[in-house]
């Protein structure tokens, strides 16, 4: 059965950190590109950030450079989120994404459930 499953998310303070991490389960990540989205309530899904096969990391947006590290371990099937000095603004549903592109017809394409960040006082 092919699987993402996120965990790590939960209630921090502004200025907190979290570690969220993305498991995958039938299925290889390492011809995969790996990201990150989240959705905030009432928002569309935004990316985060990715990695590419080659872990070169891509897609940081302005308000996320320097805060968030994305980090794949091919051996663990696992990719993860490090996210540092949150800020409400951070609040949202975060999902890992597994993308391998095989052609211009075929893709696979996976999503984890999500997993909820909060950053409140």
């Known amino acids: 059965q092919v699987q993402l499953v996120e965990a790590g998310g939960g209630l921090v303070q502004p200025g907190g950190s979290l570690r969220l991490s993305c498991a995958a389960s039938g299925f290889i990540i390492s011809r995969c590109t790996l990201s990150w989205f989240r959705q905030a309530a009432g928002k569309e899904r935004e990316p985060v950030v990715s990695i590419t096969i080659d872990a070169d990391t891509t897609g940081y947006k302005d308000s996320m450079k320097g805060r968030f590290t994305i980090a794949r371990d091919n051996a663990k099937n696992t990719v993860a989120l490090q996210m540092n000095r949150l800020t409400p603004e951070d609040t949202a549903v975060y999902y890992c994404?597994?993308?391998?592109?095989?052609?211009?017809?075929?893709?696979?394409?996976?999503w984890g459930q999500g997993t909820q960040v909060t950053v409140s006082s």
């Open positions: 994404r597994a993308l391998r592109v095989m052609s211009s017809h075929e893709a696979l394409d996976y």
